[in-house]
């Protein structure tokens, strides 16, 4: 089976002409060919797609001296390349000369594909430094397309991976994390009186005025559980609030309370018998330090 030409397929993948019906035909009947279009296409929509990116960082110093580097040998090249076809005889095989253009237009694109690649990603600062070719080549579509047009692909398949990849660094899908609370005090909370060993918790005071309380394997109780501060000196106690049915609660604290005095979290078992004060049955202790 004949395949169509590689050029033709750029063109095709590119949107720069249509398929006429013998083209049509083939591409419907050739996996091969199918193939390698959709790939030219994927490669094109990569170049696209990073042509809305913004707010990138300015490149280092080095990147843009290497462009300058380039387009300089790019805009000196056309100037060698015309004064040794003017050296050549008129009778000359015109094979050659086409051979040099085309190996001038590879220069000069790749050149000018560098460049764009970096207006796209930093900016339109380098326009101005853009080689550009004059009719006579942009109109010219004989053999030295090949070279040029699959280097266009290739330079766009790298601008995309290579911008793509830097906004994955630069802006990452995941929110920034947030910072862990501070904490001012802490205490170990151990089983206390007749409950199981294997109850305990933590409570830790943060700064922002909340106690965070974690418990694990406390007995199952008829009512709820209820946390306190007390005075182990006057044993004189208060409130923080309840637990509910989870393990682990934040519960807010009074204003300017002194935890120097209330230094001790108690964790109570408590019945639904509209009696605010303690219940005397309590589960989990600990001594505040910090």
């Known amino acids: 089976m004949q395949h ?3 050029d033709r397929l750029v063109f095709l993948a590119l949107g720069e002409s249509e398929a006429d019906d013998g083209e049509s035909t083939h591409l419907g009947t050739c996996a ?3 193939a390698e279009v959709a790939s030219l296409r994927q490669v094109a929509g990569l170049g696209t797609e990073t042509q809305g990116l913004a707010d990138l960082p300015d490149p280092p110093e080095h990147v843009w001296q290497g462009i300058e580097a380039q387009v300089r040998a790019a805009e000196a090249g056309p100037l060698l390349t015309e004064t040794r ?3 050549v005889p008129e009778q000359a095989d015109t094979t050659t000369a ?3 253009e085309t190996t001038t237009a590879e220069q000069t694109f790749g050149a000018a594909a560098d460049t764009t690649t970096a207006e796209q990603t930093f900016g339109a600062a380098a326009e101005s430094t853009v080689t550009r070719l004059d009719p006579a080549r942009r109109s010219r579509r004989g053999r030295g397309w090949s070279g040029w047009v699959a280097t266009a692909v290739t330079a ?7 911008v793509v990849g830097t906004v994955s660094v630069l802006r990452p899908d995941d929110p920034t994390p947030t910072p862990p609370p501070v904490v001012v005090a802490s205490a170990p909370l151990a089983a206390y009186g007749s409950t199981p060993p294997t109850a305990k918790g933590d409570a830790r005071v943060l700064k922002d005025g909340q106690l ?5 394997n406390l007995p199952s109780v ?3 559980y209820e946390v306190w501060l007390i005075n ?3 044993m004189e106690m208060f409130s923080v609030g309840t637990l509910g049915g989870g393990s682990d609660a934040l519960l807010p604290l009074p204003p300017n309370v002194d935890l120097k005095s209330y230094s001790v979290v108690d964790v109570s078992a408590e019945q639904y018998d509209n009696n605010t004060r303690h219940s005397g049955d309590s589960l989990l202790r600990g001594s505040l330090t910090g």
Request: hydrophobic letters at 45%; a positive charge.
């Open 32 to 34: 091969l060919c199918r």
């Open 222 to 224: 008829a009512g709820y």
């Open 212 to 216: 965070h309380l974690q418990v694990a």
């Open 85 to 87: 076809r003017h050296r």
């Open 98 to 100: 086409e051979q040099a």
């Open 4 to 6: 169509l030409d590689h």
């Open 232 to 234: 182990p000196t006057t």
């Open 156 to 162: 766009a398949a790298a601008a995309a991976v290579g």
